[in-house]
């Protein structure tokens, strides 16, 4: 269990984190357990309202409100599975590594290009995007969206 505090001006908030295992039954259910407390525990017919009954179950067990609860699932799968899992994580990360590095080089190609009296057009037709996305790239405070380029 972890435990963090959010603040705003109005009220403090402790949320604590706790792990849920997740387990698959034969009948195609979710059981969940607090892994810090097992005797917490409950079902779903999805991850979903498992997780959602656990957090009830678990503001129960600790009398809080749900609000305070943060549950990080645990699957239990066979190793094979997990490692599959894990590696699909890992590709999506280093997939939005790679899309923010793709950004940047190219918010710095589109710079160095038009630094150079380069037209945003011309720029645009050098690096294979359109100019309203070298404008964009180019513009500060413009959200610049998750598209590499």
């Not at 094979?80 to 997939?95: F, I, L």
């Not at 710095?108 to 294979?128: F, H, K, N, Q």
């Amino acid at each position: 269990m972890s435990t963090r505090t959010s603040s705003n001006m109005k009220e403090q908030k402790t949320v604590k984190t706790y792990a849920a295992r997740l387990e698959r039954e034969s009948d195609g259910r979710w059981s969940v357990e607090l892994e810090e407390e097992p005797r917490v525990h409950t079902w779903g017919k999805t991850i979903d309202q498992a997780l959602s009954r656990m957090r009830e179950a678990a503001a129960l067990w600790f009398q809080t409100d749900e609000a305070s609860i943060e549950l990080v699932p645990r699957p239990v799968l066979p190793r094979s599975t997990s490692r599959t899992v894990e590696q699909a994580r890992k590709a999506r990360d280093e997939a939005r590594n790679a899309d923010q590095l793709a950004i940047e080089r190219t918010r710095e190609a589109a710079a160095a290009l038009t630094s150079r009296g380069i037209s945003m057009r011309d720029a645009a037709a050098i690096l294979g995007i359109s100019h309203q996305r070298v404008h964009q790239l180019l513009t500060p405070g413009t959200p610049h969206g998750r598209k590499a380029g």
